[in-house]
Every structure is written in C-alpha cells, then in structure tokens.
C-alpha cells in the first residue's frame, strides 16, 4: 500500500499500478474508473484496507530483506519520482537495488493467489517497465509470494519498445482526462456498478434521448426478461442508458420512458454504536439510510383513436 506522502506526490499522475489499467488489462479497475479517479469524480485511492492488505504492508520489508540477503543485493526504500520529461509519470517503488555491479536496479514484492506460473504475467510486466522508464533503471527483479511459500524471483531487462508504447498510451490517455473526454466503455456488471459511485442520487430533471436509444431499451427488457441471459449482456444496455442519464431522474424515448430515481431514506439501527454504548436507548442510534437509485424502462402505450 502506498504512504499518504506518495499518494500525494501522484495524486494527478499515472502510477506504475496504473499502467496496466490505462493498458486495458487490469482486472481491479477499468480505464473509465480510471479517468474520473484523475479527474476527481472520484476519490483516487481507497482507504479501506483487506486484511490481505495490511498484512501485505507489513510484512513486505521483512520479505524484502529475506530476498535481498538470498540473492546478495543490497536494497532500500526511496521516494515517488516522476518522469525527467513526462511529469504525467510517477512511480514508487517497492524497493531500489544499490552498489551493484550492473547499476541501480528495481525490486519489487508481489503476493499472488491461484496458480503459479512461469513468466511473468503482463500486467506486473507493464508496471515493471513503467517504473524503468520513470527511473530509468536497465533492469530489476520481482519476487512473487504463491500463498505466503517462498518466493519465486523473476528477472526483468528494460524493453524500449515496451516502454514507447506505453509512454504513447498514458500520454493519450492523460489527454483525454484533460479534455474531459472519457474512454469508451463496454459495460460489464462491474463497470455498471461505477455509475453508482458517480450519479449516486437524481437531480429531479427529465431529459429526452434520440430515438436510437429505443433499441437499447428493448434489448435491455429482453435480456433482462431472459432468465438464462448472459449478466454481460444486461449490463452492456443497462449502462449505456445509465451512462446517457447521468443523474437525470427519467428519460423519454420514442415508445419507451427510463426512470432512474433515489428511493426515499430509511432508518436503520446503528448495531455497532448501539452495543459499544448504552443498549436500552434504542431511538437515540437510529441513523438515516440514504435511499437508492431504482432503473426501469418501460414500454409506453400507444393511445389510438377510433373513427
């Protein structure tokens, strides 16, 4: 986990953690969740610490040092740099390998679980080879943890090639979060669930959407209708309409209306406070529970009139 001191020195910067992101082949965060997170819609870190997390944090020194001394290299922990040229890159490391013959070098503790493998998976790869064009490092080591056993040390040389193309994609993608201009979006349920964090509660306004937007809402019942429907498909109609909305609270469409609206606020008995105080005054922890946002499509009526 990063300090507060590095977060803040790549607060408006793409981390080395971000690359595989930006590349599209992170399965943490999407290069959308991404771009509001840079732009400030979003908060850009989680507080929230897993216990995996925090046993990560606090053991990752000692794991470090365990390597270092296995393999005779003499490490230690140094501040988030940026990029000399592109201030849009910012990288901390785990750790910086000194005083070795083949010059200042990268270590880095990963802790994976599932399968092991043999090379080293392309997302580690690409922060890897963001960190060597921010520091510009020739080479490094990433000491990977299969379920807290002994670690499995890959080498890792500096790619130029690698390394253009990534500066290429983070740079374009830096200028579209200038720009205001998101990346598009194939919606997955995952994705669906980041416009709750962006339009958590309706502004009350109707607006109207063209009249393509129909197809959306019958593929949208169809899927939805289909109990055997892939979840994917659902959440590709649901949040293209979502994502036309915004916090708007309904939308007209040609032989359809979209409302997308806060349910009211509830009371909900506060358990934690209540037990860790004063039982018998029930009333006193109750708390407002903020109402959500309900989506519907529905297929509007056709009036005729009888000659």
């Known amino acids: 986990m990063l300090t507060d001191k590095q977060k803040e020195a790549r607060d408006n910067a793409i981390g080395s953690s971000d690359a595989p992101i930006v590349a599209g082949i992170s399965t943490y965060c999407s290069p959308l969740e991404l771009y509001y997170k840079l732009k400030g819609d979003l908060p850009r870190y989680d507080d929230n610490e897993t216990w995996e997390q925090k046993a990560g944090s606090k053991f990752e020194p000692v794991i470090a040092e365990i390597v270092a001394e296995d393999l005779g290299l003499k490490i230690r922990r140094c501040p988030t740099r940026k990029h000399p040229k592109y201030d849009f890159m910012a990288a901390s490391l785990d750790f910086e390998i000194v005083n070795n013959p083949k010059g200042p070098g990268i270590l880095e503790i990963k802790r994976r679980s599932g399968a092991r493998f043999d090379t080293l998976p392309d997302d580690i790869a690409l922060q890897v080879a963001h960190q060597m064009a921010v520091t510009n490092r020739e080479w490094g080591k990433v000491a ?52 709750k964090k962006l339009y ?42 979502k994502s036309l909305m915004g916090d708007a609270s309904a939308a007209k469409v040609p032989g359809y209306s ?50």
Request: hydrophobic letters at 35%; proline letters at 6%.
């Open 144 to 195: 990977v943890l299969f379920s807290w056993g002994k670690p499995v040390v890959f080498d890792v040389e500096r790619d130029k090639e690698i390394e253009e193309y990534l500066i290429e994609l983070e740079a374009r993608f830096m200028m579209r979060v200038k720009a205001g201009d998101p990346p598009t979006e194939t919606w997955t349920p995952e994705t669906v669930d980041l416009l």
């Open 200 to 241: 958590p509660r309706d502004s009350g306004k109707v607006i109207e959407l063209p009249e393509e937007v129909a197809l959306d809402c019958s593929q949208f019942l169809q899927s939805k209708a289909d109990l055997k429907a892939n979840k994917e498909q659902k959440a590709r109609f649901e949040g293209h309409l």
């Open 258 to 307: 979209i409302s997308w609206k806060t349910t009211k606020s509830t009371k909900r008995l506060d358990l934690d406070r209540l037990k860790a105080e004063h039982a018998e005054l029930i009333e006193q922890y109750m708390v407002d529970q903020p109402g959500h946002r309900v989506f519907r499509v529905t297929p509007t009526k056709e009036i005729t009139c009888k000659s």
